[in-house]
T-cell receptor
Framework: ETGVTQTPRHLVMGMTNKKSLKCEQHLGHNAMYWYKQSAKKPLELMFVYSLEERVENNSVPSRFSPECPNSSHLFLHLHTLQPEDSALYLC????????????FGSGTRLTVV | GENVEQHPSTLSVQEGDSAVIKCTYSDSASNYFPWYKQELGKRPQLIIDIRSNVGEKKDQRIAVTLNKTAKHFSLHITETQPEDSAVYFCAASVIGSARQLTFGSGTQLTVLP
């Protein structure tokens, strides 16, 4: 593990379900990010939290709802998703002032059926 | 906002040959340029980065060059090995900002034995 842990690793959910993705970082970083990675597409930024405040919401549909209760934990709450939301969801963290790049988690492979 | 373009999207080389991946960026304020390697089914991992105060950085078989005037940077892998096969992403950001890294679309590198 790199210090950023994501759970679950795999998730299959129906379009009417509600589920949550969890990310935890043990690196003392002060910023956390959610990215969506679909096949043959660039990494798409979804949300940025810096010092527990959301600083960016990249036009993400409201069926995705982030939560950052503290600097070590980040959640992505999912409800009424669509099949096109199936993707790998990656969490990352960084230390903003240092900017030595992101440390990514292993991701959650989400399949919406 | 920043826009990062990456070429080529796929690259096949014979083992032992060199591989070069190129990226261009649009925001002249960007001053930090990392490269990530993502093996199949794994998380993206930082392999090398460069800041705008230098033109080149090398780490064993991997090197990155930066041309600030032209706003482009490149990844060079020499003496390629099969384990170098992966998707490579370039990115750009401004140091000290909570703004996200803007990623390129990725290059699938295949090293043929």
């Amino acid at each position: 593990e790199t210090g950023v842990t994501q759970t679950p690793r795999h998730l299959v959910m129906g379009m009417t379900n509600k589920k949550s993705l969890k990310c935890e970082q043990h690196l003392g970083h002060n910023a956390m990010y959610w990215y969506k990675q679909s096949a043959k597409k660039p990494l798409e930024l979804m949300f940025v939290y810096s010092l527990e405040e959301r600083v960016e919401n990249n036009s993400v549909p409201s069926r995705f709802s982030p939560e950052c209760p503290n600097s070590s934990h980040l959640f992505l709450h999912l409800h009424t998703l669509q099949p096109e939301d199936s993707a790998l969801y990656l969490c990352a963290s960084s230390q903003v002032a240092e900017n030595y790049g992101y440390t990514f988690g292993s991701g959650t492979r989400l399949t919406v059926v | 906002g920043e826009n990062v373009e990456q070429h080529p999207s796929t690259l096949s080389v014979q083992e032992g040959d060199s591989a070069v991946i190129k990226c261009t960026y649009s925001d002249s304020a960007s001053n930090y340029f990392p490269w990530y390697k993502q093996e199949l089914g794994k998380r993206p991992q930082l392999i090398i980065d460069i800041r705008s105060n230098v033109g080149e950085k090398k780490d064993q078989r991997i090197a990155v060059t930066l041309n600030k005037t032209a706003k482009h940077f490149s990844l060079h892998i020499t003496e390629t090995q099969p384990e170098d096969s992966a998707v490579y992403f370039c990115a750009a950001s401004v140091i000290g900002s909570a703004r996200q890294l803007t990623f390129g679309s990725g290059t699938q590198l295949t090293v043929l034995p």
